[in-house]
């Protein structure tokens, strides 16, 4: 049995139940799961090919889980990755503390990583502005700060999460590819 090559790692990060899992679901299968929520024990892998020009490039997607019981082994799906998709619910606002924290983390032990961050169930705030608890341009104060970019998704919906915006690749040190919207970009070397 031969290996599965990874081109690149990505790891998903975030508070239990911000929508990590079903932010992937989304992306790779293309539905959102309903009934009850289910929390992700340690952590999950999915392989995502993906063509970008005339090559497949593979991603090696690490849903970590998001309960803090699972902390320590969160750090062991952070090492090596090249983007980290920090998640927060947008209408749970320790989530975005939690966010934070992530951030700090990857900052201090993954230099290398791009961090993009996602705030989640825009469908929610969307309905019912009331629910929203993170204010888009705090979010945005930080993400600058931090040198990140910023989206705001729905797997329910798929609002920003579709195949042809969730990922951009850009071969690095070329002509800038002008992204579309979207959560992860990855830059080929
Ligand atoms: N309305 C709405 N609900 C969502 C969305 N994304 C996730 N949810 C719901 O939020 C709950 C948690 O979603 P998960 O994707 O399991 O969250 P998680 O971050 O992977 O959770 P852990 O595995 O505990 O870390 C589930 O009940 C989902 O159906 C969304 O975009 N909109």
Redesign the pocket.
Known sequence: MSAMRVDTKVV?L?????????????YVHHR??????????GAAFVAKPIQVGDKVVTLGIW?????ERYEAMSRIYYRGARAAVV?Y?LTDSSSFQRARFWVKELQNCEEHCKIYLCG?????VQADRGLRQIDFHDAQDFAEEIGAQLYE?????GNNVGESCLLTVAPYGQAQVIPPKGIISYYLQ
Do not use: H, W
């Open positions: 998903m975030g508070k239990e139940s911000v929508g990590k899992t079903s932010l992937v679901e989304r959102f799961l309903v009934g009850p929520y289910q929390n992700t024990i849903d970590t889980a998001g309960s998640c619910d989640t169930k825009n469908d929610l998704t729905s797997s329910k919906t």
